[in-house]
């Protein structure tokens, strides 16, 4: 059996630009990409902290050191520039897989540049066939 576990998170991100005309995806700061353990063409979802907002894309890299946070395509009307938002990436992790699995959280600051890295195991072990 797989689960879907959260494996990256940028938190309190802040949407620097908006920019409907251009083809769909979101534009990040390589360095916050690095942090999170992100790629480029990886699909992410996007919650706007403002207006509840929610939806998914795929990552491309912006300029290094920039802080970055850009909105493209359609989804350029689901933020204003100055939004706080959180992205998320997931994985499928194989049962046997999840004492060492880690999520990644990365906190950033008004300029989203990386304050810190946290580094999250899953600490709880999975009781199959329980009846806790």
Same mark, same amino acid.
């Given at each position: 059996?797989?689960?879907?576990?959260?494996?990256?998170?940028?938190?309190?991100?802040?949407?620097?630009?908006?920019?409907?005309?251009?083809?769909?995806?979101?534009?990040? &700061? @390589?360095?916050?990409?690095? !942090?999170?353990? #992100? %790629? =480029?063409? *990886?699909?992410?979802?996007?919650?706007?902290?403002?207006?509840?907002?929610?939806?998914?894309?795929?990552?491309?890299?912006?300029?290094?050191?920039?802080?970055?946070?850009?909105?493209?395509?359609?989804?350029?009307?689901?933020?204003?520039?100055? &939004? @706080?938002?959180?992205?998320? !990436?997931?994985? #499928? %992790? =194989?049962? *046997?897989?999840?004492?060492?699995?880690?999520?990644?959280?990365?906190?950033?600051?008004?300029?989203?540049?990386?304050?810190?890295?946290?580094?999250?195991?899953?600490?709880?072990?999975?009781?199959?066939?329980?009846?806790?």
């Amino acid at each position: 059996m797989f689960r879907v576990l959260c494996k990256s998170k940028i938190h309190r991100a802040t949407v620097t630009d908006a920019n409907l005309n251009y083809e769909g995806s979101l534009t990040l &700061d @390589p360095l916050l990409m690095e !942090a999170a353990g #992100l %790629v =480029p063409f *990886e699909q992410v979802h996007v919650l706007n902290l403002n207006n509840g907002e929610r939806f998914e894309t795929y990552l491309i890299e912006g300029e290094r050191g920039s802080g970055t946070v850009c909105v493209n395509g359609a989804a350029a009307r689901l933020v204003q520039i100055g &939004d @706080p938002v959180i992205v998320l !990436a997931y994985a #499928l %992790v =194989p049962e *046997e897989e999840l004492p060492q699995f880690e999520a990644r959280i990365v906190f950033v600051d008004s300029q989203n540049q990386v304050v810190k890295v946290e580094v999250v195991k899953v600490t709880k072990e999975v009781q199959v066939g329980s009846d806790a």
